[in-house]
């Protein structure tokens, strides 16, 4: 008879980062450890305001199942989190909001604009919405889609993954990075 | 006796004479437009009266003609006799130049949240309104978003030309 507990056996590893290994060791660069660790363990704050938040939301349960990326923990306070995931229309009244969450997260941090309204303001062509989050706050991944659906979703938490995994470690202290981090009147 | 359009209109111009005019009855509900300067003594006539008793503000908003010289900004109130079951809309007109009109607020307290909506899409400015601010959008707003002629959004530009395309086709 089975037994009632059945245990999975196809437990995926993340590779390797490149390096050198030999008998009793292993040997690459903080740049690759470092963000082989961080792609794997991202911690998304979602920001949902409309339907993209409802795709979201298919995304993280069980059939899509974010958690196979390391992104299970959601979190709601910003201070937690590496990547905020902003689903939906944003009003021009919300913009500020969005900026505080993002200030207030701890750097390195990420953002991902998913779905048509996120990444350009979409059909609200109107004097009351943003017309794209990237008007308030730097975006690293655009997602399109209206909305998109849980597999575009995830391709572009994948390509975030992408990003996170081959940062420098020198990217936040460069120049190029303080100087987009003015052009947003962020000290 | 239940009330009726036509009592109410007779109340109306035996009060206030030849100063009411445009008398309508679109879908059933008496309209007319009064004086900028009368829009409060109108009311409190309907208000006050034991008969006409119209002693709730069911809606407050405004309309914006472009090609309507001097008057292009019409304020429109709705009134309601919660006894009778009797709705009233009155009209007023004012230049959107100098879109002055007296505050409701002191007859029905409800206007309040209404008259600011109204200055905040259409700049009417309501003399003696106890907070006349943005109520909706956003503070550093320049403009009044529902008058006509503010600029076009990307989406009705490009309607606009695929409209002459179109034009020029057929």
Request: glycine share 6%.
């Amino acid at each position: 008879m089975a037994r009632p507990v059945q245990h999975n056996t196809k437990v995926k590893m993340v590779e390797i980062p490149k390096g050198y290994s030999g008998e009793g060791f292993f040997a690459t660069t903080f740049d690759k450890a470092i963000g082989a660790a961080r792609k794997n363990s991202i911690w998304p704050l979602p920001f949902a305001t409309s339907c993209c938040g409802i795709e979201f939301m298919a995304t993280a349960a069980s059939h899509y199942d974010l958690a196979r990326f390391g992104a299970e923990r959601m979190a709601f306070t910003p201070r937690q989190c590496d990547l905020l995931m902003v689903m939906g229309t944003i009003a021009k009244k919300m913009g500020p909001v969005l900026r505080q969450v993002y200030l207030q997260m701890a750097e390195p941090r990420w953002v991902i604009a998913v779905g048509a309204c996120a990444s350009s303001g979409g059909v609200f062509d109107t004097y009351s919405v943003l017309q794209g989050i990237d008007q308030v706050i730097p975006v690293d991944v655009y997602v399109p889609g209206c909305p998109p659906r849980p597999e575009a979703i995830l391709d572009g938490f994948m390509r975030i993954q992408e990003l996170v995994g081959q940062e420098s470690l020198r990217r936040r202290h460069s120049e190029r990075y303080k100087d987009l981090m003015n052009s947003y009147g962020i000290q | 006796m239940s009330l009726t359009n036509d009592y109410i209109k007779q109340r109306l111009v035996e009060k206030f004479g030849e100063e009411l005019t445009s008398f309508e009855e679109p879908f059933g509900i008496l309209s007319f437009t009064a004086p900028a300067a009368l829009n409060l003594k109108v009311m409190q006539f309907l208000y006050d009266d034991e008969e006409l008793q119209f002693r709730f503000l069911t809606d407050l908003t405004a309309v914006h003609y472009p090609h309507q010289a001097d008057a292009e900004l019409a304020v429109v109130y709705h009134l309601y006799n919660f006894r009778e079951k009797v709705r009233l809309r009155l009209k007023i007109f004012v230049p959107v130049a100098a879109p002055k009109v007296f505050t409701a607020t002191k007859l029905f307290e409800s206007a309040n949240w209404m008259e600011r909506e109204t200055y905040d899409f259409y700049g009417v400015e309501f003399v003696g309104h106890p907070n006349l601010k943005r109520i909706l959008n956003v503070d550093e707003m320049t403009y009044f978003p529902m008058t006509q002629g503010i600029p076009a959004g990307k989406t009705r530009r490009v309607l606009i030309r695929m409209t002459r395309c179109l034009d020029a086709k057929y």
